[in-house]
């Protein structure tokens, strides 16, 4: 029941400028702008409705917009735990093919390195010997 209220008190916006602005008897005292006495009813009524229809089109547009959105989210999907081992063992294959790679990389570059440093102490102890 509050709920009702509050969805049909949203449709009504109030603007202090549409109130304002059609005004046409504003009280003076003290030589201050005070209340307003008269408004005009008709100048009212089109500002106030006019009003009323952005804020109702913006929320039409918006609401499209998450419809648009939100039309292929599955909130009610089953979780599927075989198809997401699939894709996990696929990701670690991939992984696992990347690694496998690496480590002959750097095994290749460790092999290459002691025979560098074989051939370095090498060098080292031929200048000894002389």
């Given amino acids: 029941m509050?709920?009702?209220?509050?969805?049909?008190?949203?449709?009504?916006?109030?603007c202090a400028l549409v109130h304002d602005s059609t005004c046409l008897v504003w009280d003076r005292s003290?030589?201050?702008?005070?209340?307003?006495?008269?408004?005009?009813?008709?100048?009212?009524?089109i500002r106030f409705f006019s009003l009323l229809a952005v804020f109702c089109l913006f929320s039409s547009l918006l609401d499209m917009k998450v419809w648009h959105l939100g039309k292929n989210v599955d909130m009610y999907k089953d979780y599927d735990?075989?198809?997401?081992?699939?894709?996990?063992?696929?990701?670690?294959?991939?992984?696992?093919?990347?690694?496998?790679?690496?480590?002959?990389?750097?095994?290749e570059e460790a092999k290459d390195m002691s025979e560098e440093d074989k051939d370095m102490r090498e060098g080292m102890f031929q200048k000894e010997d002389n």
């Fill in 81 to 107: 735990e075989n198809e997401y081992i699939r894709k996990e063992k696929k990701r670690l294959r991939k992984k696992n093919i990347y690694m496998r790679e690496e480590d002959k990389n750097m095994r």
């Fill in 2 to 14: 509050i709920s009702g209220f509050y969805d049909d008190d949203a449709y009504m916006p109030y």
């Fill in 30 to 45: 003290c030589g201050a702008k005070g209340n307003c006495w008269l408004y005009n009813k008709d100048s009212f009524r």
